[in-house]
């Protein structure tokens, strides 16, 4: 069966970094981008980025240009999410989530939805 | 601050019809098919609905979506105490070529 398994809750420090891991299993790695969501106490659900995993090619929501990187392994089947400067906003449950896009003409999208997600990993960034 | 606006709250009564409201824009709902998750306290959000009232093994047929111009709605008849949930409609947009969420629904089973 399909699974996404992330990496552990992390606490960080004010301008650190964190990397956090998604291994999928049950499936073609390299079949279906990956998308990272987080959603911080008392918000809702927020897009990050997607990964590729076959071409390796990335794209970032404008809010996070700069300070997220998105990467994968595929020989181990893991996509990793990588944030830098933490400040407390920060703070947040981070899932990746399998996305499966339906396309017009190999151009347009017309439909994105995620299928399966990881169990989230929490962030906590204090001092 | 989202780009898909829902009421923050709804409530019903067990046995009920609930509908929860997502209203966006021509670049979003106005022009792409909208999903829909469902989230419990303490887990992942699960996909409830995708491509025009599909859903996944497993998921209750009491959950129907709609859309109409740049709106759309999710439908939850037979209103059950597990329905108590967060629910946030999803679509992608053309102008941040990703996907968008609403702000999310807090559903109520009184």
């Known amino acids: 069966q399909v699974q996404l398994v992330q990496s552990e809750a992390e606490v960080k420090k004010p301008g650190s970094s964190v990397k956090v891991s998604c291994r999928a299993s049950?499936?073609?790695?390299?079949?279906?981008?990956i998308y990272w969501v987080r959603r911080a106490p008392g918000q809702g659900l927020e897009w990050m980025g997607w990964?590729?995993?076959?071409?390796?090619?990335?794209k970032y929501a404008q809010k996070f240009q700069g300070s997220v990187t998105v990467t994968r392994d595929t020989s181990i089947s893991t996509a990793y999410m990588e944030l830098s400067g933490l400040t407390s906003h920060d703070t947040a449950v981070y899932y990746c989530?399998?996305?499966?896009?339906?396309?017009?003409?190999?151009?347009?999208?017309?439909?994105?939805?995620?299928?399966?997600w990881g169990q989230g990993t929490l962030l906590t960034v204090s001092s | 601050q989202s780009v898909l606006t829902q009421p923050p709250s709804a409530s019903g009564t067990p046995g009920q019809r609930v509908t929860i409201s997502c209203s966006g824009s021509?670049?979003?709902?106005?022009?792409?098919?909208v999903n829909w998750y469902q989230q419990v306290p303490g887990a992942a959000p699960k996909l409830l609905v995708y491509?025009?009232?599909q859903r996944p093994s497993g998921v209750s047929d009491r959950f129907s979506d709609s859309k109409s111009g740049t709106s759309a709605s999710l439908a939850i008849s037979g209103l059950q105490p597990e329905d108590e949930a967060d629910y946030y409609c999803?679509?992608?947009?053309?102008?941040?070529?990703?996907?968008?969420f609403g702000g999310g629904t807090k559903l109520t089973v009184l």
């Open positions: 049950g499936y073609t790695f390299s079949d279906y981008y």
């Open positions: 491509s025009h009232n």
């Open positions: 021509s670049s979003n709902i106005g022009s792409k098919t």
């Open positions: 990964i590729n995993p076959n071409s390796g090619d990335t």
């Open positions: 999803a679509v992608w947009d053309d102008s941040v070529n990703g996907p968008v």
């Open positions: 989530a399998r996305g499966r896009m339906i396309m017009f003409g190999g151009v347009i999208v017309l439909q994105v939805y995620f299928d399966y």
